[in-house]
């Protein structure tokens, strides 16, 4: 049987959805709305959904985006902006897995050639099963490592007592100390859709961010999450106040069988009441009783030694994920980190160990 490959069209929105969400393992970063939120945030690239068809049924597909055009040219990924995994999606009534993968992977190294990519990078799914075949079947220049951290959630408990006890029953003895203080320390607990929360949140955020010397993401994200995803369907922002004043917020998405820890913000003066704690905890209650079964924290960077151990403590299973990297201009690599950074905003180029030490660049 032949599979043919094309991009995704108004026509087949419906059936590529429907394959996502057949799909335990496919994250919300794979959705629609998700194409939605990049499309608002980054306006000036394009959406390139490769979907394998086979007999007049879709079979697969691979999301990607093209960064705008900088002086340096275009990247492909899938897929940009933060933490954002791609991969290949492919059904699970179609017997010959691997086959559907290598043909979008082909087709994925296709489309670059054909846009005329400076470089392109393939980001795994740490939940996807085939993901494996990647390191096996795809030829590339270079692969960059993270920390998939997945927290299992507890299924098939009707009662809430009985909810909150398995959750705490597999968070470390000290995460359990941190709930119960925040549950004692007279925090009021709340999520909000409003315009005023996403406010909030962002304003920690940006906070939190540059008290490390971090990379905030964008109020223009926080806008974008508004306009693309429906409120309490798609995503919920969880919010711990203490006498009025807001001191923590979580934003969390829910999608297929997957609720994703996506931002977390806390006032520092707050932090040792441990609202985040409370917060994520309440949100993986509704996740559970949403009928979820994982809680993703994201990737975490090998050096990350004090986030992971955070993530850890709440029943984590350690699943890597990889950042698959080809390189068709190699001038790029005699481009500064800097350069790198400010012409492909939010598109992954290559690891900056890759760049010529001509170029003044850390290895990371």
């Not at 093209?66 to 999606?89: A, R």
């Not at 974008?224 to 919010?239: G, L, P, S």
């Not at 994201?298 to 993530?311: P, R």
């Not at 760049?355 to 003044?360: A, E, F, G, K, R």
């Amino acid at each position: 049987m032949t599979i043919r490959i094309d991009l995704l069209t108004p026509d087949g929105e419906s059936e590529y959805e429907e394959l996502a969400r057949s799909l335990d393992s496919v994250l919300f970063y794979a959705s629609l709305p998700y194409r939605r939120f990049l499309q608002t945030l980054l306006p000036q690239s394009r959406a390139a959904y490769l979907t394998a068809w086979e007999a007049g049924r879709m079979i697969g597909a691979l999301p990607a985006f093209l960064s705008p055009p900088s002086p340096s040219g275009i990247v492909l990924n899938s897929l940009p902006f933060y933490g954002s995994n791609g991969g290949v999606l492919v059904s699970p009534r179609y017997p010959d897995a691997k086959a559907t993968v290598l043909e979008l992977l082909r087709a994925f190294d296709e489309l670059a050639l054909q846009e005329k990519t400076a470089a392109s990078t393939l980001i795994s799914n740490p939940l996807d099963p085939l993901r494996g075949l990647y390191r096996e079947e795809y030829f590339c220049d270079a692969i960059d490592e993270r920390i998939g951290q997945i927290t299992p959630l507890p299924r098939n408990i009707a009662g809430e007592e009985e909810r909150e006890q398995a959750v705490m029953e597999q968070v470390h003895q000290k995460t359990r100390n941190c709930i119960r203080k925040a549950m004692k320390s007279g925090l009021s607990i709340r999520h909000s859709g409003e315009l005023a929360a996403m406010e909030n949140l962002y304003r920690l955020h940006k906070t939190n961010m540059e008290a490390i010397g971090g990379l905030a993401k964008p109020w223009e994200a926080f806008a974008a999450i508004r306009e693309a995803f429906a409120y309490d369907q798609d995503y919920r922002i969880y919010i711990a106040e203490k006498d009025g004043e807001t001191i923590a917020s979580l934003l969390v998405f829910f999608y297929n069988r997957t609720a994703e820890y996506y931002t977390p913000a806390s006032s520092a003066e707050h932090r040792v009441l441990q609202p985040m704690s409370l917060l994520i905890f309440e949100a993986m209650l509704e996740a559970m009783r949403r009928g979820l079964h994982h809680w993703n924290w994201g990737g975490t960077w090998l050096t990350q030694d004090g986030v992971y151990h955070f993530k850890k403590r709440w029943g984590t299973e350690d699943i890597p994920y990889y950042y698959y990297v080809r390189i068709y201009d190699e001038s790029l690599r005699r481009l500064s980190k800097e350069t790198l950074l400010r012409e492909f905003p939010y598109f992954y180029v290559m690891p900056f160990r890759m760049l010529m030490p001509s170029s003044n660049n850390n290895a990371i």
